[in-house]
Structures are given as structure tokens and as C-alpha cells.
């Protein structure tokens, strides 16, 4: 035990494990506090599968841990997004009678941000409330307010903050960066700027994450010279940008169409010391994307002798973003690019191919990026056809794309499936379409199946079913898809029923 719980203070997760095994080998099982003592190394050695699969093993021996080892527990599985098993882990404590500590509650509520389910962890937060000889903590509700901000949750939040407040407890620059962070995806800058300032107000020493955040609310809100000002702010405070600074201050103001100032800032952060390496927040792929967004306000603002320099030496095929460079670059330089790579036997990825199907929509460009899709599913990079059965349409290889590309892709997808019911000359068969239920959606919610259930009853005019037992996937009759490539088809009403 006393080695073991050496290990853990050591983070040799490794060992600890090691000492474990050998315990077993000997016959000699191990004891609650071994175990306790194994996945706290682990959980704090970042080996989070680990610490689970080590816990679970202990309650199958039998072995009651203790607070401190559920809670290692707990945290374990927010380090690894595991957020049903946090909260399972967490009800062992309530079965166990063992009582759960503020840092309990914490580890579980984070463990619910870490996956976007606010309504867990706001759950969690009344059952803390409600547990005798517990107090809020700041470590709880800044988990808490991160877990609406992941969820897109601003009204929540900014209660959250409220509460926190009128509880006596003081926020803290995690507390505000959480709130500032969630007026990104709503827009909401005024808000947002309300809690950078309330930092100073506050004594707090405003970092450079904080800053980062609000550029990211300015991008998100077109606010390009709010941008200007807090980049202003940021050199005042003597805070060094970084990666992340660059790239929402110069989208915003390429998205502003502020050229001239985009292409000032993209170039100073070239300079000695620029924060463009092969790193988690910086890379070529980075610099690459901004370098088109700047070549596209250049454009818009007719300036191209500026965009060609920008964009005179097209990215190598292993660093091209998979999906933003195609699809913020100028629909020509992409095609180009796909062509060029295409001839040196490097055919780009899906997802490439899917930013350049983003980029000529916009464009206006529909029969190309049709045919954009079309050939992706001929060369075999996105698979639709469930297993290669041609009857089962699965689109959730489409997540990671644009709804409207999604519905391009799902339009390629029905031609395929005509050619073949043609040269087959057998009947048609119905056509199951796995849409999904938007599980994995950030707000649970489903986004391509809503848009594919409207693009057939309403553009094509099929009759579309609902499939019993199943709300994740919709079927389409044989007929009505016979009817819709036969000469004179789609010229009936279409329409949506339930079950049949």
C-alpha cells in the first residue's frame, strides 16, 4: 500500500498498475486502498480509460473504495469525455451511502460540461444544494456555468453567474472567460465586453485566454472594430498574442472585409517568434486558412493583386485543412488546387472536397458542386451505403459537413441509387434513409435530418414514412423514387406521414 500510494504521489500510474498485477499474480488480492491509491495516479497521469477500468475491476472484487477514490473516479472520466459513466460512478457513491463532497459534485458537474449536458449538470448543482452540511463552491459553479457555455446556454449562465454573487463567492478569471466564451456562438458582444470589463473592475489580471475569447464573440458578431480595440488593450496590458489571437482577430476582420488591416496583422504575426509551428494552438494549417480568408476580403474588395500573393503557391496536399481551407478560399484557387493535386496522385480527403463544395454553393455554383459530391462517392471517399447495401442510405459520415453540402451529397447519393435501379431494369426498392437522431449534435438536437426530410417532400415531392420503433431513420417507397426519374416524375404533390 505505502509503495502504491508512493506511485501516486509520484504520478507513476505506470508502476502503481504494475505493483497491482503483481499483487493479483501472487493471489494476494488488492486491498481498497491500493486500488484508490492506483487510480488516483492514474487519473492524474492523464490515463483516464485506466483509472475507469480499474475501478471497475475494484467494485467487482468486492472492494468498498472510498470518497476520495470515487472522486478520482469521477475526474478520470471527465478527463476522458466519459460523462454517462461520471454520473454512474457518482450514483455508486449515493447506492454506497457515501456521502459526495463539494468535490464530488464538482468532478460530476464538470464531467456533465465536458459533454455539453447542462441539464445534468444543473441537476447535479440542485442536489447540492439540497445535501446537508454542503456549500457552493466557485470550483462547482464555474463547472457549472462551463457546462451551459459548451451547451449554448448564455441565459443559464449569466443566472448562474447571478447566483454565484448573491452567494458571497467572488469570480475569478475562469468564471469570467466561461461567460465570455458563451456569448461566442449567440453573438452577444455587448455581454461579453460587460464581463471584460467587470475582470478589471474586479483587480482581476486579465489574461491573454480572456482576451482571446472576446476576439472570438467579436468574429462571431462582425465586429471588427471591436476587434481593433481590444487588440489595443491586449498590447497595453504587455500580454504576448498568440496563435489563437491571430486567427479570431484576423477572421474578423477579413469577414469585415477590413483587408488592409487583416493583412497587416496576418503579416506581423509572421514575424521572428510568430506562433505558427506545429503546435495544439498554432499551425501551417492555421496560417494556410487565414491566408484565404484575407484573399477573399482582398477580392471582395478588389483588390487582387493582394489575394494572388497571398495565394500564388497552392498548399501541399498533407497540410491543406480538410474542410475550412476549401471552403473560405476563393472557390477558383480551391478548384485549382483539387485539380493540382488531383494530377500529382494525391486525390484531397472528403472533407476537402467538401469545403470546396461549401465554397462553389456560394457561389452559386450548384451543378459544380454537385458534381464535386458525385465524384467523391465514385472514388470511394465517403461511403454512404450502409456495409455497400445499396438500401440503406446512412448519413452520419455527413456530420462534419455544411447542411447544405449534406444535401448535395444525399442528392448524388439518389442518382446513384437511379443508375443502378436502371441497369438493374427489377423493380424499385424502398430506400431506408438513416438520418440520426442528433445525439451527437452540440444542443442534442438533429440538424441534417430536418433539412433531408424537407428536401424530399418539398423539392422532390416524395412521400416520405416514418420508420416504427425507429425516429433516427425515414423510408421512401420504391415507387415514388421510379416515379422520380421517369420522364414526367416529381409532378405530383408531395407529401409526409407518419408510420406505414
Known amino acids: 500500500n505505502a509503495t502504491i500510494s508512493a506511485c501516486e504521489k509520484g504520478r507513476q500510474w505506470a508502476h502503481a498498475l504494475s505493483l497491482l498485477a503483481e499483487l493479483a499474480l501472487q493471489g494476494l488480492g488488492p486491498g481498497a486502498v491500493a486500488a484508490s491509491a492506483a487510480i488516483s495516479a492514474c487519473e492524474k497521469g492523464r490515463q483516464w480509460a485506466r483509472a475507469i477500468f480499474t475501478f471497475r475491476t475494484m467494485l467487482l472484487h468486492g472492494l468498498v473504495p472510498d470518497t476520495i477514490c470515487c472522486n478520482s473516479a469521477i475526474s478520470a472520466c471527465n478527463r476522458g469525455l466519459q460523462w454517462e459513466q461520471a454520473l454512474l460512478f457518482f450514483g455508486h457513491m449515493r447506492e454506497g451511502q457515501l456521502p459526495p463532497n463539494a468535490a464530488s459534485f464538482g ?278 451505403w450502409r456495409n455497400g447495401d445499396v438500401g440503406v442510405l446512412d448519413l452520419h459520415g455527413l456530420g462534419c459537413c455544411p447542411v447544405e453540402v449534406a444535401l448535395l451529397a444525399v442528392r448524388a447519393a439518389l442518382l446513384d441509387f437511379s443508375f443502378r435501379h436502371v441497369r438493374s431494369c427489377r423493380p424499385c426498392a424502398d430506400l431506408i434513409i438513416v438520418t440520426g437522431r442528433g445525439l451527437h449534435s452540440p444542443d442534442g438536437l438533429p440538424t441534417i435530418a430536418p433539412a433531408v426530410r424537407s428536401m424530399l417532400c418539398g423539392e422532390l415531392e416524395l412521400e416520405v414514412f416514418g420508420v416504427p420503433g425507429n425516429p433516427g431513420r425515414l423510408r421512401v417507397p420504391g415507387r415514388c423514387l421510379e416515379l422520380l426519374w421517369s420522364p414526367g416524375g416529381a409532378q405530383r404533390p408531395g407529401s409526409e406521414r407518419g408510420p406505414a
Not at 458571497?168 to 455581454?191: H, R, S
Not at 491586449?234 to 489563437?244: D, E, G, I, S, V
Request: some cysteine; overall charge negative.
Open 107 to 384: 468532478a460530476a458537474v464538470s464531467a456533465c460540461g465536458s459533454g455539453a449536458q447542462w441539464r445534468g449538470a444543473l441537476a447535479l448543482l440542485e442536489q447540492m444544494r439540497e445535501e446537508p452540511g454542503l456549500q457552493l463552491s466557485l470550483i462547482v459553479m464555474n463547472a457549472a456555468i462551463s457546462a451551459c457555455r459548451r451547451s449554448r446556454q448564455l441565459h443559464l449562465a449569466a443566472q448562474l453567474l447571478d447566483e454565484t454573487l448573491h452567494a458571497g463567492l467572488t469570480p475569478d478569471v475562469v468564471t469570467y472567460t466561461a461567460m465570455i466564451t458563451a456569448c461566442e456562438l449567440n453573438g452577444q458582444w455587448e455581454f461579453a465586453l460587460a464581463q471584460l470589463d467587470a475582470m478589471r473592475g474586479s483587480g482581476l489580471q486579465r489574461d491573454v485566454v480572456a482576451f482571446n475569447a472576446f476576439l472570438g464573440v467579436c468574429r462571431e458578431a462582425s465586429q471588427w472594430q471591436q476587434t481593433l480595440v481590444v487588440l489595443d488593450e491586449l498590447h497595453a496590458c504587455r500580454l504576448q498574442p498568440t496563435a489563437p489571437t491571430y486567427k479570431m482577430a484576423v477572421s474578423a476582420l477579413a469577414q469585415g472585409r477590413q483587408w488592409a488591416e487583416a493583412l497587416d496583422l496576418l503579416a506581423s504575426s509572421l514575424q521572428t517568434g510568430g506562433p505558427w509551428d506545429a503546435t495544439p494552438e498554432g499551425s501551417e494549417e492555421d496560417l494556410l486558412l487565414l491566408q484565404a480568408l484575407v484573399a477573399r476580403a482582398c477580392l471582395d474588395a478588389s483588390a487582387p493583386e493582394a489575394a494572388a500573393a497571398l495565394l500564388s503557391v497552392p498548399p501541399p496536399g498533407p497540410t491543406t485543412p480538410a474542410l475550412a481551407w476549401p471552403a473560405a478560399a476563393p472557390w477558383p484557387v480551391a478548384l485549382a488546387t483539387l485539380q493540382t493535386l488531383a494530377c500529382e496522385g494525391r486525390p484531397p480527403s472528403w472533407p476537402f472536397r467538401c469545403g470546396l463544395a461549401a465554397s462553389l454553393l456560394e457561389a452559386g455554383l450548384e451543378a459544380e458542386a454537385l458534381a464535386v459530391c458525385r465524384e467523391a462517392a465514385e472514388a470511394g471517399l465517403i461511403e454512404l
